[in-house]
């Protein structure tokens, strides 16, 4: 899938406002306030919520760290897994089971957030100040102690998860009660390649291009993927045609339009993982592949799937034409996102659009999947490109899925 993945393809298309919350606004400080709460010195703030005052203090909320309705007062909030990070069984997705309790007066504008790591080694690294949730979900009714299941996607730049309880009684401003220690996604996931998706070559009818994401901490080198192999053949795990890497491509929060306005390259940001690219040649024209991705330092294979080669030269083809779809969570774990549709539920048609194209390709032999602009609607939140491509998988995985510029 040939599409810019910097100044067009992630081009963000609001200013990111994370709905009524206001999360990373840019507000003054009080350095000395901040100081003191850091310290845990305020005699108001006890257990796990003396890290959370200067969260408060960044967000220019609660500048004394307690709830004016005595949230959290007695003893402290508490936030924790209780079960997960529970693989699927493609490995595409983690399931979390979060409790609470001791979160005195819920309200409906209550939720929990589910908020990216970029390192594993600081709780720093994901803070609710200033990022955006991948996910959350909205707490409703009045209980001290209660359950609520995630479903997360498995992203190539995230080395592990946070989710964190947020109490927003005085909108637009959020206060943060308590959060999950860091949930490390585990390496059996992580370092697998991720996000596959085919497209024709321009100059080679026999050929296609593969590209995949590769987790930056399964390959501390980038000269490392040089141990990859993309291997197809037309007999299951009988391989019998190889292609090595070509090149490999990243980008970087610099790299995004706009970057000093945008929050794709801030408060949106997440790193998209290296994309790796393979030419497969010489396929013979409506064939049915199997292929899969190989790992020569662990001698392991990724999952084998499906590649079906389209006609040849001058014979007729099915196309799968298309424009604006985007992505969502709903039949999946129903958690809203940063989005302006359907209440913070994402593109829900969506889901019925991705299962429609697979049933053309797998049933009515569409060959090639022509989607013409407005992708992921991921709105400056690189997480939602992450959960796009995810979605589309089974279809770029398995038929040349080309794109184009939206509006």
Not at 127 to 133: C, D, E
Not at 154 to 172: E, I, K, M, N
Not at 239 to 251: D, L, R
Not at 364 to 383: F, K, P
Request: charged share 20%; glycine share 10%; hydrophobic share 35%.
């Amino acid at each position: 899938m040939r599409t810019s993945h910097a100044c067009v393809a992630l081009l963000s298309l609001v200013i990111g406002w994370f709905g009524d919350y206001g999360l990373g606004m840019d507000l003054e400080v009080d350095e000395e306030k901040l100081k003191v709460l850091r310290r845990g010195e305020n005699t108001k703030l006890s257990g796990e919520r003396n890290g959370l005052g200067a969260d408060r203090i960044a967000l220019g909320v609660y500048t004394n760290g307690v709830h004016e309705h005595g949230r959290g007062l007695g003893k402290p909030a508490e936030l924790y897994v209780t079960k997960g990070p529970i693989l699927s069984k493609d490995k595409l997705m983690m399931h979390f089971s979060v409790e609470w309790k001791n979160v005195v007066y819920t309200s409906k504008h209550d939720w929990i957030g589910v908020y990216p790591c970029k390192s594993i080694d600081s709780s720093e690294s994901c803070s609710p100040v200033g990022h955006y949730p991948v996910q959350f979900k909205d707490i409703k009714g009045k209980m001290k102690n209660k359950t609520v299941n995630f479903s997360v996607w498995v992203r190539p730049g995230v080395q592990g998860y946070r989710f964190a309880y947020v109490a927003s009684t005085v909108l637009p401003y959020p206060e943060v009660l308590t959060m999950t220690k860091v949930i490390p996604v585990p390496t059996s996931a992580l370092f697998l390649p991720m996000q596959v998706r085919t497209s024709l070559v321009e100059d080679d009818p026999s050929a296609v291009r593969v590209v995949w994401s590769q987790s930056p901490w399964s390959v501390p080198d980038v000269n490392d993927v040089k141990r990859f192999r993309v291997r197809f053949g037309e007999t299951s795990r009988d391989y019998t045609i190889v292609a090595e890497p070509e090149q490999v491509f990243n980008y970087e929060a610099s790299d995004m339009c706009e970057k000093d306005m945008m929050p794709s390259s801030s408060i949106g940001w997440i790193r998209p993982g290296l994309q790796v690219e393979a030419i497969v040649r010489g396929l013979k024209p409506q064939t049915k592949y199997f292929y899969a991705i190989e790992d020569l330092h662990s001698n392991a294979l990724s999952q084998e799937r499906v590649y079906l080669s389209g006609p040849g030269v001058g014979q007729r083809t099915k196309i799968a034409i298309f424009g604006d779809m985007g992505q969502s969570m709903e039949g999946i774990d129903n958690s809203k996102q940063h989005s302006w549709d359907f209440g913070g539920r994402g593109e829900i048609s969506s889901v019925n659009t991705s299962r429609l194209v697979e049933h053309l390709v797998d049933n009515h032999g569409v060959t090639l999947i022509s989607h013409i602009g407005d992708l992921s609607y991921a709105t400056g939140s690189l997480g939602l490109w992450d959960a796009w491509l995810n979605m589309i998988q089974p279809i770029s995985s398995k038929v040349p899925y080309m794109t184009a510029i939206g509006k």
